[in-house]
């Protein structure tokens, strides 16, 4: 009923019921606990209409923050929003990744930057949601698999983060973060059955089904950095440890094939696209293969779930102007399925967007059930 009302409002009891699909008596029931708990309030009276005006409500923007994070190999983005899930404020600094203790450090001070800019207190924040590469295991509170983040994978991790933020917080892979996001922001909105193909540092995919986020059962569901496609080697111990995909596809494997043509340095991704943009003709032979490459995962991934649409995203994923038409083409010539695929507009926002998001859920369903409104 939240949804209903941060979607929809100022909204009327009857609006409610209608959207929801609960009885009036209920409807009635929750928003005088809502009101209650602060979570709600009265916004005026419906006009303009036939019979009775009707009382409207809305919800309290700023009876409960969160705190979305994002953490990569290159980057920390963060942003603090209200109940609305508008973004009071945010920011992007360099991630710091000798260690974990320095990620984990950074991650603190961010925190209570963006609380102290808002002019909060940091206890008022409700919940935090971290994104990060890796597959997390809650009964172990461990995140596996996230080798571009040195000691992300330690014992212990989740605990030294609780300490560092000292709220409540949940961890959830990037790549899903980023398909919640396309989901709320973004060019998934309504969409039952799509998927973001992110390629960035790594290859990953988030998977919307039937309207949810499918994990998988270990919650590695979108681990396709670890596919065994034609073009990689993937009997190799490093592509078992670190994934053959990502080793072709990802930011590395983009650099590591401009090196091979004879590119001039500094090669980084972003400058290799850059060459490309000026037609330079081994960074468009470096771009053409990864369309290539790009096309088959998502050739693999639609014949096994079918999707309406095929979002690219990621730092690298989302240079559409170079990608989106060699590999439409490419899956032409590849698979009979034919999703439609689009470049995300939130590029490498998507990620925070889902964080901001899921730390909204959470925040909602702690401040309702529990009467966890700050003072």
Not at 13 to 34: C, D, E, F
């Amino acid at each position: 009923m939240l949804e209903a009302i941060r979607e929809r409002g100022p909204i009327s009891r009857a609006q409610i019921a209608r959207a929801t699909g609960l009885s009036k008596p209920t409807v009635s029931q929750a928003l005088t606990a809502l009101v209650s708990a602060r979570l709600a309030r009265e916004a005026g009276r419906s006009s303009g209409g036939k019979g009775p005006s009707a009382v409207l409500y809305e919800l309290n923007a700023r009876a409960g923050w969160v705190v979305g994070i994002d953490v990569g190999r290159a980057w920390v983005r963060a942003a603090l929003a209200d109940l609305t899930g508008e973004i009071v404020v945010r920011r992007d600094e360099r991630a710091r990744v000798r260690s974990s203790q320095t990620l984990i450090s950074q991650l603190g001070e961010i925190a209570r930057a963006l609380a102290d800019e808002a002019g909060l207190r940091w206890r008022h924040v409700t919940f935090a949601t971290i994104g990060s590469p890796g597959v997390f295991h809650p009964e172990l509170g461990q995140v596996a698999l996230a080798h571009s983040l040195p000691g992300w994978g330690r014992q212990g991790l989740v605990e030294a983060v609780q300490r560092e933020l000292g709220t409540n917080i949940a961890f959830e892979n990037d790549v899903n973060l980023a398909a919640l996001g396309e989901q709320w922001r973004g060019l998934g909105k309504g969409v039952d059955d799509f998927v973001v193909v992110h390629v960035g540092t790594g290859v990953g995919v988030g998977l919307v089904l039937k309207g949810e986020l499918y994990r998988g059962s270990s919650g590695a569901a979108g681990e396709i950095g670890y596919m065994p496609l034609v073009g990689t080697q993937p009997y190799e111990p490093e592509s078992r440890k670190r994934g053959a995909l990502d080793a072709v596809a990802g930011a590395s494997g983009v650099v590591a094939a401009a090196r091979r043509l004879g590119m001039a340095a500094p090669l980084t991704a972003k400058n290799v696209f850059a060459a490309a943009r000026r037609g330079d003709r081994n960074a468009n032979r470096v771009v053409a293969d990864l369309a290539r490459r790009i096309a088959l995962a998502v050739a693999a991934v639609a014949s096994v779930v079918d999707p309406e649409l095929v979002i690219l995203g990621g730092g690298i994923g989302s240079n559409g102007d170079l990608l989106l038409e060699p590999v439409e083409r490419e899956i032409a010539q590849l698979s009979p399925f034919r999703p439609r695929i689009e470049v995300s507009a939130l590029r490498e926002d998507a990620t925070l967007n889902g964080a901001v998001w899921m730390a909204l859920q959470a925040a909602q369903d702690r401040l309702f059930d529990r009467g966890e409104v700050p003072a």
